[in-house]
């Protein structure tokens, strides 16, 4: 069974999203995204200073079966990407609510409440079966 | 059995479940003016016997011509046994392995042929190879725009000394992603490197150099590579992989050295054919390539600990990315590669460097000869196996007069280098005897004679 958190927002695409202190939002995939795609052996995330817009592809997480595209959860500026991916693309899988992260962003507007709260995400995996 | 084993039936079947009322409109967005009726001489069917009777005598029309034509196809020696060996029943397959690793014997050739190719570069990671060398270019410039993250420009930098056949092949594939190839001038025969000034204010992801360029001249290379690299461009080596033998490889251009090489495998064991096929070859840096579209192989061992060949970095291709896959037409020329890879092991690396260089000297004989000829001028130094002559009088007429004489005197340049005029290059390869280059300069002495008593 999957992991969900509580407390995070997350999106159809299985990505997570957590909003910070400061108004930012960090993004990683879901463990049942990861579970799913296997053990990465890459992750390709988007440059600082980048502009998303809600929805955009921006971030490529690599299995050694298939390359999946990560979308922008919510518009906004990329701040900061997760440097140690670079080395460890698997930390996505021992972590992906941690220490797994993919980027951060400064959001357009902080809409990330229209995202799926935990129970209903719960409920979109267990009906996508 | 005929060769399509669907019925009449089965047919109809299928164009009802699409909504099409016959065959034929399935290619109606196919415009009018780019079909032909039909071929002259060549009916709707054949029998085997009628149409090898056809084939026959069209390919006597040819003749056996002294080739004296380079401009993107040469005519070096093939050893006899390349194709022996290629086309045994074992290799010989026009196409990429499926159950690939059922096919331990082809993913070892593949294997041998990147290390190879990866050799003659100096780059660190060889593709199973593309369609052509214009498409290799193609792929190299849409592979530098998705890799390139100091820029998000969709233009690349050229110029107008690479073969027009590969700017027109790439500009035609980079359009329909909205990528724009922008062409640098020529100033004796290769990049003017004055015209830099020019683009300077523009961002392009990369810039492509051709070695040799189309004109047989040599490039400013590790000039050219430091000033795109100092502008956060790519740099995109187009080669001809046998003159590499006599040139620095790619991975030595400038201070860092070439990003992606890229070219025509043609040189290297296989046939002019009447153009094709042949095969494109396109290497890359290591940090490049997830970019790289097409087939890698990869050495590895099984769990018994035994080594083997394996597909790698397939996350990317077309079967598991459609759509976002790296590229969707990235074909493999199996069996060119083959007959590439089992040449290359024969001839060795002094073997490709002594053609190289036999076909330089032939080159310059070429010249020597031509140019002592009333009219005829060298319009720019000769470095590679290549030159461009001046003559007195259109190339057409002439290529057409010497033709006449069974030979091919070389590529008129007049349609895409109006500005050279009179312009005709030429190519003597180590096929070429010193017969051969008297009886051309015999030939063209007397076609310009004839042209000048009329």
């Not at chain 2, 035609?172 to 025969?189: N, R, S």
Request: aromatic share 6%; glycine share 8%.
């Amino acid at each position: 069974m999957s992991d969900v958190q509580a407390g995070l927002r997350y999106t159809r695409d299985h990505e997570w999203v957590r909003t910070e202190a400061d108004g930012t939002v960090v993004v990683g995939i879901t463990d049942h995204a990861q579970h799913q795609l296997g053990e990465l052996v890459f992750v390709e995330l988007p440059d600082s200073g980048r502009t998303l817009t809600a929805g955009e592809a921006c971030a490529v997480v690599e299995s050694v079966k298939a390359a999946s595209d990560v979308y922008a959860p919510v518009a906004g500026t990329v701040v900061a990407t997760n440097a140690a991916l670079d080395g460890q693309p698997n930390l996505v899988n021992a972590s992906p609510f941690g220490d797994g992260w993919l980027f951060r962003l400064k959001p357009d507007a902080s809409d990330a409440s229209r995202l799926l709260d935990a129970a209903a995400y719960t409920d979109f995996i267990a009906a996508e079966g | 059995m005929p060769f399509i084993p669907h019925t009449d039936a089965e047919t109809a079947s299928m164009l009802g479940a699409i909504g099409a009322s016959d065959i034929d409109s399935l290619f109606d967005e196919i415009p009018p003016q780019l079909r032909i009726a039909g071929l002259p001489g060549v009916g709707p069917g054949f029998p085997e016997a009628g149409i090898t009777r056809l084939m026959i005598e069209r390919a006597e029309r040819d003749g056996r011509p002294l080739c004296f034509i380079g401009a993107g196809s040469y005519d070096h020696y093939i050893p006899a046994a390349v194709w022996e060996v290629a086309t045994r029943g074992e290799f010989y397959s026009a196409y990429t392995p499926y159950q690939a690793e059922a096919s331990q014997g082809t993913l070892q050739l593949i294997y041998e042929y990147q290390s190879m190719m990866a050799s003659l570069t100096g780059l660190d990671v060889s593709n199973a190879s593309m369609y052509d060398g214009a498409t290799a270019f193609a792929e190299a410039c849409l592979m530098a725009v998705r890799a390139n993250r100091k820029t998000r420009a969709r233009r690349v930098l050229t110029t107008r000394a690479l073969a027009p056949v590969y700017r027109d092949v790439a500009r035609m594939m980079l359009a329909g992603q909205g990528i724009e190839l922008v062409e640098l001038p020529l100033g004796e025969g290769r990049t003017d490197l004055a015209a830099l000034g020019n683009v300077e204010n523009h961002e392009f992801a990369a810039l492509a150099i051709p070695q040799p360029a189309f004109l047989g001249t040599l490039e400013a290379v590790d000039e050219l590579t430091d000033w795109a690299h100092a502008r956060n461009m790519l740099v995109i080596a187009v080669c001809n992989p046998l003159m590499l033998a006599l040139l620095k490889p790619p991975r030595q251009w400038g201070s860092a050295g070439a990003d992606i090489a890229c070219g025509e495998g043609q040189p290297l064991g296989i046939p002019m054919s009447s153009g094709g096929p042949y095969f494109g070859f396109l290497v890359c840096r290591e940090p490049l390539v997830r970019q790289m579209p097409g087939r890698i192989v990869g050495r590895t061992v099984d769990i018994e600990g035994k080594p083997g060949f394996t597909l790698t970095l397939q996350a990317r291709e077309q079967h598991i990315r459609r759509s976002k896959a790296t590229s969707n037409i990235c074909t493999n020329q199996g069996l060119m590669v083959t007959a590439a890879t089992i040449f290359m092991s024969m001839v060795g690396a002094e073997g490709i460097r002594r053609m190289a260089a036999a076909s330089h000297a032939n080159t310059r004989a070429l010249v020597a000869a031509l140019t002592r000829l009333p009219g005829v001028r060298l319009a720019f130094p000769v470095f590679g196996h290549e030159a461009v002559l001046q003559l007195p009088r259109p190339a057409a007429e002439v290529v057409s007069a010497m033709s006449a004489r069974r030979i091919l005197a070389g590529f008129d340049l007049a349609p895409d280098y109006p500005e050279l005029g009179n312009a005709l290059l030429v190519c003597a390869t180590e096929m070429r005897t010193a017969e051969d280059i008297d009886r051309y300069t015999d030939a063209l002495g007397s076609v310009l004679a004839a042209g000048r008593a009329a």
